[in-house]
């Protein structure tokens, strides 16, 4: 793509500061570049992973407060199919309550239709994907790839604390389903961000601390973006 000497300058100076950031927005530029020779705009898409309690949902809310993002959580998609009348509710309500995953289809066509249905181009898809399946299937039923995947890393006492603390009445904040919950984090979920991190796009976070100073982690990376 063309390359002016000015980005140039900026990414260097980022990459000077934060390597992570300097490379993210070149890659960014490249992007935008090549969009705009094609002249298409196709939805810039955040994966935000971590294990549960990690902060995510969190977070989300603040970016999409301060940087204009949709917020598609797909817990809360799931949740919402689980409590409606259809024919997949009890199957859900089973797997969430034994800490799985629920088959890929499902997820990805809940997501799908969401993404569609937002007027927003600007997307945040919180929970997803968790595993190699999820990915793959949301690879073939949208077409696209996240833009970014931000990673929440949380130690394990601190996810298990917050969870208990949570409060919200959900199936699967007790302890014995929070085990499991950590062991389907460990198996499936780190693949998909080691897979990521191989293409450069994950950008990872320490997730302990205030969720304001957690934030202020976050916002260079948002504030960076020209989207
Ligand atoms: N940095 C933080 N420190 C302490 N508690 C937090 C922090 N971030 C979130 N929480 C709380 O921990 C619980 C889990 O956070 P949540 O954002 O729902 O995590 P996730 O979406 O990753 O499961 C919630 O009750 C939330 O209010
Ligand atoms: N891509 C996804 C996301 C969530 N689920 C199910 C399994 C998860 O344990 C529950 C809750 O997910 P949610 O992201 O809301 O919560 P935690 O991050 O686990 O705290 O939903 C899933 O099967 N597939």
Redesign the pocket.
């Known amino acids: 793509p063309p390359v002016d000497t000015k980005w140039l300058e900026v990414c260097g100076t980022l990459y000077y500061r934060n390597c992570e950031v300097g490379i993210f927005v070149y890659s960014r530029y490249c992007f935008l570049a090549k969009e705009g020779a094609s002249n298409q705009r196709s939805p810039f898409i955040t994966f935000v992973l ?1 294990g ?8 989300c809310v603040k970016i999409a407060e301060t940087f204009g993002f949709a917020h598609l959580s797909a817990g809360d998609l799931l949740r919402k199919e689980m409590s409606s009348d259809n024919e997949n509710r009890a199957m859900i309500w089973d797997i969430i309550k034994e800490g799985k995953i629920v088959p890929s289809e499902i997820t990805v066509n809940l997501i799908r239709r969401a993404i569609e249905s937002s007027k927003n181009h600007k997307i945040l898809i ?2 997803f994907p968790r595993s190699d399946e999820n990915r793959i299937a949301f690879e073939r039923i949208v077409g696209v790839e996240p833009d970014l995947v931000l990673f ?1 890393d949380c130690p394990e006492e601190e996810m298990v604390k ?2 208990l ?3 919200q009445g959900r199936i699967d904040d007790n302890i014995e389903t929070i085990k499991k919950r950590l062991k389907v984090f460990e198996k499936l979920n780190l693949p998909v961000i080691n897979h990521y991190s191989a293409k450069g796009k994950v950008y990872k976070i320490n ?1 302990e ?3 304001d100073e ?1 934030f202020e982690k976050v916002r260079p990376l948002f504030a960076s973006l020209s989207i």
Do not use: E, L, W, Y
């Open positions: 971590g549960p309690g990690s902060g995510k949902g969190t977070q919180d929970g929440f917050r969870v603390n949570r409060n997730a601390g205030t969720a957690i």
